[in-house]
């Protein structure tokens, strides 16, 4: 189970940090993503980490923006959002990766078999 809170309304170039609760599954042996559906759009990889905390990648869109970490002692991951903008607004999801393909550095693929019920967050002036 994958329970996610932080969620809020906040204004352009504020932050926020989300936080992904896991239960029911040994939280330190996988990998976890972020992902985040906007309004009538489809969803969107925002972040991955590996299992260990050790590497992680981001979307273009949020780079230098975005941090994802995670506590393997509280079975917790986290998205902390920095100089957030308008179209950031979405629900965002953990989830727990079934399958990750880098290339050159970057992730082409990610795919996720299990998720949460995602929390709001709504950037607004």
């Known amino acids: 189970q994958l329970v996610e809170s932080g969620g809020g309304m906040v204004q352009p170039g504020g932050s926020l940090r989300l936080s992904c609760a896991a239960s029911?599954?040994?939280?330190?042996?996988?990998?976890m993503t972020w992902v985040r559906q906007a309004p009538g759009k489809g969803p969107e990889w925002v972040s991955v980490?590996?299992?260990?905390?050790?590497?992680?990648h981001y979307a273009d869109s949020v780079k230098g923006r975005f941090t994802v970490s995670r506590d393997n002692a509280k079975k917790t991951l986290y998205l902390q959002m920095n100089s957030l903008k308008p179209e950031a607004t979405a629900l965002y999801h953990c989830a727990r990766v079934s399958f990750i393909q880098v290339y050159g550095g970057r992730v082409t693929q990610v795919q996720y078999d299990s998720w949460g019920q995602g929390t709001q967050v709504t950037v607004s002036s």
């Open positions: 029911g599954f040994t939280f330190s042996t996988y990998d």
């Open positions: 980490i590996n299992a260990g905390g050790s590497s992680t």
